[in-house]
T-cell receptor
Framework: KNQVEQSPQSLIILEGKNCTLQ??????????LRWYKQDTGRGPVSLTI?????NTKSNGRYTATLDADTKQSSLHITASQLSDSASYIC???????????FGTGTRLTVIP | DTGVSQNPRHKITKRGQNVTFRCDPI?????LYWYRQTLGQGPEFLTY????????KSRLLSDRFSAERPKGSFSTLEIQRTEQGDSAMYLC???????????FGDGTRLSIL
């Protein structure tokens, strides 16, 4: 069964600290993996997208890594800000189809 | 703002009523997707269009649900005879091609009384 699992389910960190969110997937064959940020009551916004051949991709303070062999990805947030408080969703695209498999997300809260 | 627009943002209705939501995608995007998201869960795929053609439907899309994109621009999602379990956020997304990032609207939150 194609699945995407994220950990932790929720995370609270102090402003200025770094954190890493994890994503494990079983989707196969794999096309690409995306990380989205979703603020409460808003739609998801794309942070990064990585294909099979890419190991790392950065977008400002966000750095995503991908290990296609172990089917694991991580999203590292550096020097967190209060505005980083949101749900971060890992999304895997199945190769050969047009739908996406979404994880349930990690709810990040950054406190001052 | 040239992002994906959805309306209404909120809809409250009684069980058994019909509801219709509208999505206006980014103008040059030919792909349009509908998702449903319940609290604490990631979005679940419902259906997608390429231009005006509905190319894929999830098994989640029961016969009470119908989606259209008549001119390949905006799309509507109708739910007939709403049930309590239909309460969710309904998200619309669009993309230029299947492998491009999907741009999401802010959704329509449906509450069934």
């Amino acid at each position: 069964k194609n699945q995407v699992e994220q950990s932790p389910q929720s995370l609270i960190i102090l402003e200025g600290k770094n954190c890493t969110l994890q994503c494990n997937y079983t989707v196969s064959p794999f096309s690409n993996l995306r990380w989205y940020k979703q603020d409460t009551g808003r739609g998801p916004v794309s942070l990064t997208i990585m294909t099979f051949s890419e190991n790392t991709k950065s977008n400002g303070r966000y750095t995503a890594t991908l290990d296609a062999d172990t089917k694991q990805s991580s999203l590292h947030i550096t020097a967190s800000q209060l505005s980083d408080s949101a749900s971060y969703i890992c999304v895997v695209r199945y190769d050969g189809a047009n739908n996406l498999f979404f994880g349930t997300g990690t709810r990040l809260t950054v406190i001052p | 703002d040239t992002g994906v627009s959805q309306n209404p943002r909120h809809k409250i209705t009684k069980r058994g009523q019909n509801v219709t939501f509208r999505c206006d995608p980014i103008s040059e995007h030919n792909r349009l997707y509908w998702y449903r998201q319940t609290l604490g869960q990631g979005p679940e795929f419902l259906t997608y269009f390429q231009n005006e053609a509905q190319l894929e439907k999830s098994r989640l899309l029961s016969d009470r649900f119908s989606a259209e994109r008549p001119k390949g621009s905006f799309s509507t999602l109708e739910i007939q005879r709403t049930e309590q379990g239909d309460s969710a956020m309904y998200l619309c997304a669009s993309s230029l091609a299947g492998y491009q990032p999907q741009h999401f609207g802010d959704g329509t939150r449906l509450s069934i009384l």
